[in-house]
């Protein structure tokens, strides 16, 4: 199964109470890749990673986990996965090592090996000084720390999780990605919920969730090329600056902060627009788009011109 991809989903629906929740979904993560999906609550994010994990049975479609069918053989997909969920998968009275434990013992680690690899997580997730205690008197944080290093235990083939940075410090979801980093770099597979967008940017490839379905599918850099951000100028004569702009064929306007460009790519555009400014730029400063405009850009491509979208794994 070496060159099989690591989640390989075809036609994918699944529906809860004859309501149709995800709709003809296809997307492949290949076997040493780290996939984002993003979307708007309800998009169908924690449900896709729920039939990935066997914890749902499509009503149709083909489900391959590291190239083993998920509803076929489940056990097996099962043994390959590790999953970090947003509700807690751990056992609230044991100690947090306790925890690490018992899943490594449960995954087949034992003697030194379990005691080094625990060692190693514990002390990667600034959880050394936590051991002994039970896991309900963690902070959220701290809890969150210790799933992570759970999921991560055995370094399985595939991770699935589902928005696992949530209330976690800057530092710890430093620490988190480079282990996922490291993994991936080893081969393995990584599909990752997020509503964060400089996580989704790290992402080989993001997928655009919407309603059930996929929106869009490719790199972030490709996802947002087309998505307007906004170049804000300060400069001494505002009205002639923003006839200049028009004239030139720019989207501008003026409001309290002065003159606002909507432009796609706006940080590629800036410099360049800078140098034929006809007049003195006193402050210029960039926003690029972020997740909401992002997912809003692509629905509204769907609505507009279903064909011109990103076709499957541009990368
Ligand atoms: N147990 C359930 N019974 C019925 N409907 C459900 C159930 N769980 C989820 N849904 C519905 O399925 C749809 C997709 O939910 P899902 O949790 O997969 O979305 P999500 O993209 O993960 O959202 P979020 O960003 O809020 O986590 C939503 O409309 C939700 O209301």
Known sequence: MMNAPGIDLRNVSFSRGGRAILD???????????VAIVGFNGAGKTTLLSLLSTLAT???GRILVDGIDAVAMPHQVRSRIGVVFQESALEARLSAYDNLSFIARCQGLKG???????????????????AAVPVQCLSGGQRRRLELARALISRPRVLLLDEPTLGLDVATRRVFWAEIRMLVGAGHTVLCSTHHADEASDADRVVVLHGGGVLADGPWHTLCACVPGTIRLQVPDTETARRWLSAQGYRATIDEHG???????????????????PCRVTSVDVTTPNLMDIVDHWREARESEPC???????A
């Open 24 to 34: 003809n979904v296809s997307m492949t993560v290949p076997g040493a890749g780290l």
């Open 58 to 60: 499509p009503r149709s």
């Open 112 to 130: 030194r090996t379990l005691r080094q690899r625990i060692d190693e997580l514990m002390t990667a997730f600034g959880l050394e000084a936590l």
């Open 259 to 277: 003159l606002a460009v909507v432009v796609a790519n706006a940080r590629t555009v800036m410099p360049a627009l800078l140098q034929r400014m």
């Open 308 to 314: 011109r979208l990103p076709q499957k794994a541009a």
